[in-house]
């Protein structure tokens, strides 16, 4: 029963609608996770947001707050997970050294420990910052580029059937 919950959830958690505007920049949900289309190729997230930079990619200024959103993901996962490695071991070590000497002093180890926990939310912080990025790029993206013309025959108003039409 809970593998079934568990697909449903994930089958829940995408779109089979993809659009077609050409010369823009959109965001899908695919497999349960993000994915951009260009120009109707999709592009998935990747790792570390990879796909958003390539989505985007011909335009500086897109091209810099993609960046900045891959920068911002990387970096903070980083410290992140550093810090609770960092908490965790240290934590250890203080407790192993609490065993051994029978003081009432706080170890050291403790210290560090919630030191490095604090790096750890600061990290995570600083991931939860990439977001807006993220939309950054799409709307700069999306504003600055200018979508192909459609072709016309003949003047203002007329379609190609009516053209046709007429030529007969």
Same mark, same amino acid.
């Given at each position: ?49 990879? @796909? *958003? /930079? ?7 200024? =897109?091209?810099?707050? +993609?960046? !900045?959103?891959? &920068? ?10 550093? @810090? *609770? /490695? ?7 070590? =203080?407790?192993?050294? +609490?065993? !051994?000497?029978? &003081? ?10 919630? @030191? ?13 910052? +990439? ?38």
């Amino acid at each position: 029963m809970r593998h079934l919950v568990i697909l449903l959830a994930v089958a829940a958690c995408s779109s089979s609608y993809i659009p077609q505007t050409r010369g823009r920049v959109a965001m899908i949900m695919q497999h349960g996770g993000p994915a951009y289309v260009r120009d109707g190729e999709i592009i998935r997230h990747g790792f570390m947001g990879s @796909g *958003l /930079v390539r989505a985007v990619a011909g335009n500086p200024g =897109a091209e810099h707050a +993609a960046h !900045e959103y891959r &920068s911002r993901l990387g970096w903070g996962l980083f410290y992140g997970l550093g @810090g *609770l /490695v960092c908490s965790t071991v240290s934590m250890v070590v =203080a407790i192993d050294s +609490a065993r !051994e000497d029978s &003081s009432n002093d706080v170890p050291t180890g403790v210290w560090v420990s919630l @030191g490095c926990l604090v790096a750890s939310f600061a990290g995570f912080g600083y991931l939860a910052t +990439a977001e807006p990025y993220r939309y950054d790029a799409i709307n700069i993206f999306n504003d600055t580029t200018v979508a192909p013309p459609s072709p016309q025959i003949g003047p203002p108003g007329y379609s190609a059937k009516r053209e046709t039409l007429r030529m007969r």
